[in-house]
């Protein structure tokens, strides 16, 4: 079983949203945009945390995330 998680299309939404609001918008940088977690066994608990930063200089609000 394998899992992967994907937070680049999150963002491409909020750089696209940043570059219309101008300078002071809220700009997310994501250090790691995908994991793996190869084969596991069934019932495995898993954890991953993606790691974000709000570079810009306003607020910066994640809404929704999902996994793919």
Same mark, same amino acid.
Do not use: C, W, Y
């Given at each position: 079983?394998? @899992? +992967? *998680? @994907?937070?680049?299309?999150? &963002?491409?939404?909020?750089?696209?949203?940043? &570059?219309? @609001?101008? =300078?002071?918008?809220?700009?997310?940088?994501? %250090? =790691?945009?995908? #994991?793996? @977690?190869?084969?596991?066994?069934?019932?495995?608990?898993? =954890? #991953?945390? *993606?790691? *974000? %930063?709000?570079?810009?200089?306003?607020?910066?609000?994640? +809404?929704?995330? &999902?996994?793919?």
């Amino acid at each position: 079983m394998r @899992f +992967k *998680f @994907f937070a680049g299309m999150i &963002a491409i939404a909020l750089v696209m949203t940043a &570059a219309a @609001f101008g =300078q002071s918008a809220p700009r997310i940088a994501i %250090k =790691q945009t995908e #994991h793996n @977690f190869g084969e596991v066994n069934r019932g495995a608990a898993l =954890q #991953h945390s *993606f790691v *974000f %930063k709000n570079e810009g200089r306003a607020d910066l609000e994640i +809404k929704n995330v &999902a996994p793919s």
